[in-house]
């Protein structure tokens, strides 16, 4: 009896040895994974669209990181950590970051990778969008892509650039729940995509209740848009701490 005892406890030991060595493997693992920000895009819209799509500027690197984020072997910057960063630098909040101040956020936040971009429309109703992604390292810009397309594909054409730039960086491909939840983002409508611009453009000016609020307004609408739904769980939680 006590000898089956002994060797109860010893197995247990075993076994909690054994998950506290994966545990501890798993989260050097973690630590290693790339970190990559997005920086605001350029609005470099000319004519009366110029200030309806300021949104973007906050919103396309927004939902760029969600995109890339399935992704289970990396990591991205958290949105308040960014804009701690940019107000201490004194840089442009619009968008406007050459690739040597790229770097030096990057290596402030501790990244490898920092995207910025820009984008631009005819007029017309087509948007172009472009994202370069830069090696904090170097400097450089070491992978691009750009979409251009009907405004009203806004979801579609973010949804490639996000999937070429984590093709450039030889991700591996997402199970297949994340393929699922990665098409049905690409489907929403521009007014969801612009309307959750506009929320991420509130939060990030400090108008938390304001973004609140209109991710409640989009969610009425789109109730399975699942950027809203993690965003305003999110603000939840960080008001009631």
Do not use: C
Not at 111 to 121: D, K, S
Not at 134 to 153: I, L
Request: net charge neutral; no cysteine; glycine share 6%.
């Amino acid at each position: 009896m006590r000898r089956r005892r002994s060797n109860t406890i010893l197995a247990t030991l075993i076994i909690a040895t054994a998950v506290a060595s994966a545990a501890r493997v798993h989260a050097q693992q973690h630590d290693s994974w790339p970190l990559i920000g997005a920086l605001p895009f350029a609005n470099s819209v000319v004519g009366d669209e110029h200030a309806a799509l300021n949104p973007l500027i906050s919103g396309v690197p927004e939902l760029i990181l969600i995109e890339l984020s399935r992704n289970p072997a990396i990591r991205t910057v958290e949105p308040a950590r960014l804009r701690r960063v940019l107000a201490s630098q004194k840089l442009d909040a619009q968008g406007r970051v050459d690739d040597d101040a790229a770097s030096r956020v990057g290596r402030i936040l501790g990244a490898q990778w920092m995207i910025r971009g820009n984008f631009t429309g005819d007029g017309h109703g087509t948007i172009r969008v472009a994202a370069y992604m830069v090696d904090v390292a170097t400097g450089q810009v070491e992978h691009t892509a750009n979409a251009e397309g009907k405004q009203a594909n806004l979801a579609s054409l973010i949804g490639q650039l996000s999937e070429h730039l984590g093709h450039d960086l030889h991700f591996a491909e997402l199970p297949r729940d994340e393929k699922r939840a990665r098409e049905l983002m690409q489907k929403a409508s521009y007014q969801t995509t612009l309307m959750f611009a506009r929320a991420i453009e509130a939060r990030d000016a400090g108008r938390v209740q304001q973004a609140i609020s209109m991710l409640q307004q989009l969610l009425a609408a789109s109730p399975e848009y699942e950027p809203a739904q993690n965003e305003l769980t999110r603000l939840h939680s960080d008001r009631g701490r």
